[in-house]
Each structure stands twice: as C-alpha cells, then as structure tokens.
C-alpha cells in the first residue's frame, strides 16, 4: 500500500511579479542611458531565469528586487520552489500507532528528517539590484554654491549574480498524539487499538535578505487521521492557520484541495499587515483505500513520463 502523502506549501506566484526589464524599458529617460544594450542584456539575463521580480519594500531607497517562484496557482507541477512548507508520508497501518520513530518528513530538504533551527525546511531567497543613476555633466558656480546645470548624463546600474540566501529558520515542530475515536462494541476489559493520529505541526521563516526587520511568513496545522480498517477507509480532518501572503496550497496525494491566493485579496506584494495578519481555514476528506491505491499509482505513472 503506498504512503499517503500531505504537504503543505506557501510560494510567492510568479503571476504577482513581472520580469525585471519591463521596470525599466517604459521609464522616461530609458532611451537616453549611455550603456542602454548592455544594460538591457543585463536585465534580460536575470530573466532567463524563470522569475519574475517585485521591487523589495523600500523602493529607491535600497533599489533591490527580490525573485517570485517559478510557480503559479493552479500549475500542474505539485513540487516546486517554497517560501516555506513540508511534506509527510504516512503509512496507513501506522495510523493510531505512530511513534517517533517512524520519520513522516521524506523532503530532501528535511536534511534531519525533524526539522529543527535552519534546517532548511524554507527555500532559498532571491535578490538583485538595478537602478538608473543619473549624473550631472556640469555645475554652474553661483558665486556662493555649485548648481546642477540641468544637463544629465544617464547610467544603468545592475547586479549581475543573483544573491541567494536562506532565512535563519525556526524550527519545523511536529508534536503527536494516538487518539481512540471511533465507537466500537467489544467484550468488556477488552483492550482497543487506537485508530487516530493528531498531527500539530507548525512552521516560521522570513525573508533573509530584511532580517530581523521583516515580519516572518508563519503557519500552524492541526492533521488528525482516522482509520477504519474494517471498512477500508482513512478520515482526513486539517485545520490551521496562514499569514494572508503569500499563496498557500494544501496537497494530498496527487491532488490540490485547497489554495490561497494573495492576488484575490488586493494584495500585490508582501506588507507588514498581510505578513502578519492570519487567515483561517479546514479541510475534511475521506478516502477508500482501494480507490487510494488504484488514484495513487494512476498518478505516479502519469507524472513519471
């Protein structure tokens, strides 16, 4: 019987930024930079890399830009690049009976299978810098300061390694507990296995390059898994809480049962009050495992190809 898989993954869409050239190309005074074809190769080479861009809070001040992830809401492909997340598997026969010893954490980026301070359980974070720098050609002496003639000389300034950094982490936690809590009819003084698993897991990262300024993208989940073997069947209960930003999505096995998206919300970027704001939310699901098994393996063949 495969595992039964659950993984939890914020991201920032893609569809929130828009490639770093087009901050530029439209600017007024573009067309007059004196290295504009290099400038503009500059730009489009971060490009190439699959993200899209959001200029870092602060705007002039820092001049920095900061990467989406290659993903978007919707998007086929279920493992992808992660603001912050985890992934489970679960043996179903362990449902009830689980112990530290069974590890649930497979990721690779679970390096110690427990999460942990920096134990990567965030991915990476991107960062550039491009900016116009306008100089002066001259200066007109006034007799008791120097004036700007008015006549400018344009530059364009960008970074060309993509800066990567890792957020300093809180630790992934997972604290469990088997429950009894089904209804059976039994012999008196008979003792009854345990059929649930609750799951209390809870995950803190911020954005690396702002710390310890930035207010961290935080989440809390409570999994309770419900087996019946007798008839066959799994109940999945999940509720929890997300900051409003970034998008979140909620898999089991192959499929996506629940998202957020920021865009939906008015919101184009991170913000001290959507990075700290929470939002809840619950999720029920009961699975046969004959259908789980013959769902699973369909899956994994289609994406394997």
Not at 126 to 138: C, D, L, M, N, T
Not at 208 to 225: G, K, M, V
Request: proline share 6%; with cysteine.
């Amino acid at each position: 019987m495969p595992p039964l898989t659950i993984k939890f993954q914020c991201f920032i869409p893609n569809s929130l930024g828009k490639p770093i050239f087009d901050y530029f190309k439209n600017q007024k005074h573009f067309n007059k930079i004196k290295n504009r074809a290099e400038f503009t190769k500059k730009l489009k080479a971060l490009d190439s890399n699959g993200y899209t861009w959001l200029p870092e809070p602060g705007g002039s001040i820092t001049d920095n830009y900061f990467a989406t992830d290659n993903i978007d809401l919707h998007d086929e492909s279920l493992i992808h690049d992660t603001r912050l997340g985890f992934h489970m598997q679960i043996e179903p026969e362990k449902i009830g009976d689980f112990s530290y010893m069974d590890n649930v954490f497979e990721h690779a980026k679970h390096g110690n299978g427990w999460g942990g301070v920096n134990s990567q359980h965030s991915g990476e974070s991107h960062q550039v810098k491009a900016y116009i720098k306008r100089e002066p050609v001259s200066y007109i002496d006034t007799g008791t300061a120097f004036m700007e003639s008015g006549d400018y000389i344009y530059t364009g300034i960008c970074k060309d390694k993509i800066a990567a950094k890792r957020s300093k982490e809180e630790p992934l936690t997972m604290n469990f507990e088997n429950k009894l809590l089904g209804t059976y009819y039994h012999q008196a003084g008979a003792i009854i296995p345990k059929d649930s698993t609750v799951f209390k897991i809870s995950a803190s990262a911020g954005y690396p390059f702002a710390e310890p300024l930035s207010p961290n993208i935080d989440f809390e989940l409570e999994i309770q898994l419900t087996k019946n073997l007798t008839s066959r069947n799994i109940t999945i209960n999940i509720s929890g809480w997300h900051n409003d930003f970034p998008a979140y999505e909620l898999i089991i096995g192959n499929e996506i049962v629940y998202n957020h998206n920021p865009a939906k919300f008015g919101y184009t970027g991170p913000t001290p009050r959507n990075l700290t704001k929470s939002r809840e939310f619950n999720f029920s699901k009961w699975i046969r495992l004959e259908d789980w098994e013959v769902r699973d393996i369909d899956k994994r063949t289609k994406f394997e190809r």
